[in-house]
């Protein structure tokens, strides 16, 4: 099919010179070599393109996603997914891009796919009557209403396979809701459209799985919580493991200054001065809970769970950020939310031994290869 292309489109000299390095790659990955037979032409751009101009232009497609019809988009979306995989995996297995590379362009990806769902989504409420108009600039296609990148989302640094954890927080009176409209039931609607919009699988696949359980309480509260019930949720239960999991919290989506203004008033919470025992019990125990859901603890290879097994990518992620639980409240230097990032800085402020954080470093680095690959 490659060489079909490659002759009727008149590019089989860029191909038979690129494909020493292709023939191992697509040998060896049936999910690399389904993307190239079937978008030979975005094979043709990225293998005559230099790789941070060709990612620049496939995150400003996904953004122009936002302007097609709600019904085209999912199709449109997960296209340009294919491409930037396509790019990533050969940067990524030829040596082009390290780490940071790859999963800050897969992060940036989910980002425009994220914002152009909710455009639509927002486009989509003012044709039905629930809001009055679709706003622009920092206030985002619907003010006051925003949504929180988690996890490896909001610290940039996802997976080819991961899922997408986000938030979806709103403020009822600053939302243009419509005069009959109900700014809860609004907000939504707007959340399971983009849910609908990244996840529904058709003959294509999907764009992201989104996982947006990291809410509030999300057994009894609505996919979007208001911001005053969110805080007022935190400031009396919060848990733990939700200071944890806001360590890695971003602002990606709609309302930036609500947002900010947002992550500024749950500083506190996550960011304590004191940290008292019973806290660092419900850090200890949240490792329990991890080892709970992992029966087969063998470090050889038909036991091994390079994310969640012993040694594993987990459990770096988790010294790093109890780490941070403790030491964090005082020391203002420490609350990167990017792993490595944060470990570098523990070792700088001398809370990690040189030794130590260079063999967390390295075997982080290596267990995202293997995961990637």
């Known amino acids: 099919v490659l060489r079909k292309s490659a002759q009727s ?43 941070a101009p060709r990612l620049g232009a496939v ?5 122009a996603a936002a302007d097609v019809d709600m019904d085209a988009a999912p199709t449109v979306l997960r296209d340009l997914k294919a491409d930037l995989h396509l790019l990533a995996a050969l940067c990524d297995l030829g040596g082009v891009w390290g780490l940071d590379e790859v999963t800050g362009a897969l992060t940036r990806f989910a980002d425009e796919a994220l914002k152009s769902a909710l455009v639509l989504a927002a486009r989509s409420e003012v044709e ?87 809410r509030p309480d999300p057994g009894s509260t609505p996919l979007a919580v208001s911001v005053d019930a969110a805080l007022s949720y935190y400031e009396s239960v919060g848990q733990n493991w939700e200071r944890a999991a ?19 008033e749950l500083e506190p ?22 080892h709970a859901h992992k029966v087969d603890e063998r470090l050889d290879a038909p036991g091994a769970d390079l994310k969640l097994g012993r040694a594993g990518i987990r459990e770096i992620e988790f010294f790093v950020q109890t780490q941070q639980l403790i030491l964090g409240g005082r020391q203002r230097e420490l609350r990167s939310p990017r792993t490595l990032d944060a470990l570098a800085a523990l070792c ?10 260079a063999d967390l470093t390295r075997a982080y680095g290596d267990l995202r290869a293997l995961e990637h690959r």
Not at 270 to 289: E, M, P, T, Y
Not at 348 to 357: E, N, R, S, T
Request: glycine share 10%.
């Open 9 to 51: 489109g008149g590019w089989t000299d860029l191909l038979d010179g690129a494909w020493p390095a292709l023939a191992p790659v697509f040998g060896a990955s049936p999910y690399l070599a389904s993307l190239a037979r079937r978008r030979p032409d975005s094979l043709r751009t990225i293998l005559d393109s230099e790789p």
């Open 269 to 290: 919470f996550v960011w304590r001065r004191n940290l008292d025992f019973g806290a660092i019990s419900d850090i200890h125990s949240i490792k329990r809970q991890i």
């Open 128 to 214: 039905r009557g629930g809001l009055v108009v679709v706003g622009a600039g920092d206030p985002g296609p619907v003010p006051g209403f925003f949504c929180i990148a988690m996890g490896k989302h909001g610290a940039f640094e996802l997976n080819y396979s991961s899922d997408i954890d986000i938030c979806v927080f709103y403020e009822p009176a600053v939302m243009p809701v419509g005069a009959d409209a109900e700014p809860q039931v609004v907000a939504v609607r707007l959340a399971k459209a983009i849910v609908r919009l990244l996840q529904d699988r058709t003959e294509d696949g999907y764009v992201f799985r989104t996982d947006l359980r990291l």
């Open 348 to 357: 700088a402020a001398g809370h990690v031994d040189p030794a130590a954080a």
């Open 246 to 264: 806001f360590i890695k919290a971003r602002a990606v989506a709609g309302d930036m200054v609500a947002a900010a203004n947002f992550l500024d």
């Open 59 to 63: 995150l400003a497609q996904t953004a």
